[in-house]
């Protein structure tokens, strides 16, 4: 993803916030609630109305507020003192610099534009993004679907205007997956002077209720896609899979992060820094939930002395792939979310991408496990966007908009950008049979 504007320095001080009362300025009947600490979240943040509420959660912003991964996160309430009705929605704050934010890769390929990246890289950009960096699609925020799509366009860019105002130094602002790209609110968005900026779509693969297995699955296939996955599974050869316990993601903690690290080098556009210690939070944040829900699934009546052995293993949500000399060489991760599986943060060592398609196989393994859990719906995230419609999933574009706080600085942004981030052109499969 890209975000490009007129060189100006930023400064890096972030100030407190007011956290109970705000109005948002021009729908005063809005109250917003910030909480910025994991003490004003444990006490004013509600739970979310939708199942999937994991990026909503309370354990994901405490941790961030923590120890926040590179990029500030905020845990943003709104109140209608009017209806009653609230909407919930993710705050980051983060500094971009296209010299440690971009590719290389990334950037257009005509000479005119390496001119505009050149200009661009001494300079940093403090941002306020709505909207979640940690994953994609239309899972960190609640209650915008009340909102006719009028309204929305115009309270939300007056939300990140209010949240500005209370802090200084914000050249801009992001609307990250808050809509899909045709939901009239983009439209009404796009009218009003926001820019829409090129990014990946969304990658996800709706399961069907009769894949009990993978043969199931790998029924629907056409043969010349049955053949690529078994072809595919046959590089694995001297590798192992096995899922990682939290202990074992604690141990492997500085292994894990160097892995993440060879994969996201490559990637066209960082704004989070990850740390090592957010992979042990993973593994435990994620297993508590999956485990409660096997624990009751097996014992409806709860948790007792004589069912511990449902909680002995103590597995994680992220599996590991060892050679045959018993080293680490690769790692994925997932977050079961009600009836979604969110594919997340992997790490491979590039030699094992091509001998083994190891990275093919990891996609295949996600789909496996999200069949296996009985998932209705596995979200792959961006990036990698061919290889994963081979294996089924369809693209959905998401807006991500962003606006200057100065008229003449927003009309540079078509200009600046084609020089940080060019989408690149991708031909979507279809493996299904007719």
Known sequence: MSIAFLPLCCPSRTEAIPTRGISVKGHEHWQLVCCSTSEEIEEAWPSANRSDDFWLSRKLFTFLADQPQGIQTEAILLKNTLNGHQILLTAQTFTFRAADHVSNEAKGVTSSYDLRRLLLSPFS???????????????????????????????????????????????????????????????????????????????????????????????????????????????????????????????????????????????????????????????????????????????????????????????????????????????????????????????????????????????????DDAINGGFSTLDYGRTALEIKSSIGAEATDFAVFIKARYGWLNRLIPIFTPAVYTAPAWTARNPFRG
């Open 125 to 367: 950009f403090k941002v306020l993004c709505l909207g979640q960096f940690l994953t994609s699609g239309p899972f960190c925020q609640d209650g915008l679907h009340r909102l006719p799509a009028t309204e929305a366009a115009e309270l939300l860019p007056a939300i990140a205007e209010t949240l500005m105002r209370c802090r200084s130094g914000y050249l801009a602002f992001l609307l990250k997956d808050l809509y899909p790209t045709l939901h009239p609110a983009t439209r009404e968005l796009q009218a009003q002077g926001h820019y829409l900026l090129p990014v990946d779509p969304a990658m996800t693969m709706n399961l069907d209720a009769e894949w009990h297995t993978t043969e199931d699955y790998l029924a629907s296939l056409t043969s010349k896609y049955r053949v690529r996955y078994r072809r595919a599974r046959g590089k694995l050869e001297g590798i192992t899979r096995r899922r990682l316990s939290v202990g074992e993601v604690i141990s492997y903690k500085d292994r894990l992060y160097a892995l993440y690290q060879q994969i996201c080098q490559g990637a066209d556009f960082n704004a989070i820094d990850l740390q090592p210690d957010y992979f042990p939070w993973l593994a435990q944040a994620c297993q508590s939930k999956d485990k409660l829900r096997a624990l009751l699934s097996v014992y409806p009546g709860g948790y007792s002395e004589q069912n511990k052995v449902v909680l002995k293993s103590d597995d994680s949500c992220l599996h590991g792939y060892f050679n045959e000399e018993g080293s680490l060489i690769g790692f994925i991760s997932a977050i079961p979310n009600d009836k979604v599986y969110h594919a997340h943060f992997l790490g491979l060592e590039d030699a094992y991408k091509q001998s083994h398609h190891l990275y093919h196989n990891m996609l295949f393994d996600l789909l």
